[in-house]
C-alpha cells in the first residue's frame, strides 16, 4: 500500500507541477495581453486626441475662410474698379455733390514702399460745403480700405446766395488681384 500511496504522492506533484506551469503560462499570457490593450487603450487615446484638435482646425479653418471672404470685401478687386469708380460718383450724387474722377494710378505693394497693393485715386469733388464734406467722409469711412492722403479746398461763387466748394482730394484705396477669390 504504501507503493500505491507513493504513486498516488508522485502524480498528485506531477499534476501539481503541471497545474502551477499552467497557471505560470496563462498569467504571464494574460500579463502581455494586458500590457498590449494599456498600449492599445493609450493609442487609442492619442488618436482620439488627434481627431479633436483635427476637429478643431478644420473648424478654425472654415473660420478663417469665413473671415477671410469678409475682409476681401474691404478691397476693390481689380476687375471691379470701374464699378467702384461709378459708385463714387453715385455716392456724391446722394449728397447734391459732383464727383470727378481726375486720375486712377495703380501702385503695387514692391514698388509702393508699403505692405498692400493699392490705387491713388485723385477726386474732385464739388457742390454745397456739406454735401462735399460729406461725400469725402462717405469715400474715405465707406466699406472698403482707403485712405485719404491728401485734401484741399476751395470755393467759387455759383450765384448771389449760394457758394460752390471745390475738395481736391486723394486716396489710397487697397486692392486685391482679379484672381483672388
Do not use: C
Not at 501539481?16 to 490593450?37: D, E, P
Not at 488618436?47 to 470685401?73: T, V
Not at 461763387?157 to 483672388?180: L, M, N, Y
Request: aromatic fraction near 8%.
Amino acid at each position: 500500500m504504501r507503493r500505491a500511496a507513493f504513486i498516488q504522492f508522485i502524480l498528485a506533484v506531477v499534476l501539481l507541477g503541471l497545474l502551477i506551469g499552467a497557471y505560470a503560462f496563462w498569467y504571464n499570457r494574460v500579463s502581455t495581453m494586458s500590457a498590449t490593450a494599456s498600449k492599445l487603450a493609450v493609442d487609442i487615446q492619442t488618436k482620439s486626441q488627434e481627431s479633436s484638435r483635427i476637429q478643431a482646425a478644420k473648424a478654425a479653418l472654415s473660420s478663417l475662410g469665413e473671415e477671410e471672404a469678409g475682409i476681401r470685401q474691404y478691397f476693390v478687386p481689380a476687375s471691379g474698379i470701374v464699378p467702384f469708380l461709378e459708385s463714387l460718383e453715385q455716392t456724391g450724387k446722394g449728397f447734391a455733390a459732383d464727383v470727378e474722377v481726375l486720375s486712377v494710378a495703380a501702385n503695387p505693394a514692391k514698388n509702393a514702399g508699403v505692405d498692400r497693393d493699392h490705387l491713388s485715386l485723385s477726386l474732385k469733388i464739388t457742390g454745397p460745403f456739406d454735401s462735399v464734406i460729406r461725400t469725402l467722409g462717405a469715400i474715405e469711412y465707406g466699406p472698403y480700405d482707403s485712405v485719404l492722403t491728401s485734401l484741399t479746398f476751395d470755393t467759387a461763387s455759383a450765384g448771389a446766395t449760394t457758394t460752390a466748394w471745390s475738395a481736391a482730394a486723394t486716396f489710397d484705396i487697397g486692392t486685391r488681384p482679379a484672381d483672388a477669390p
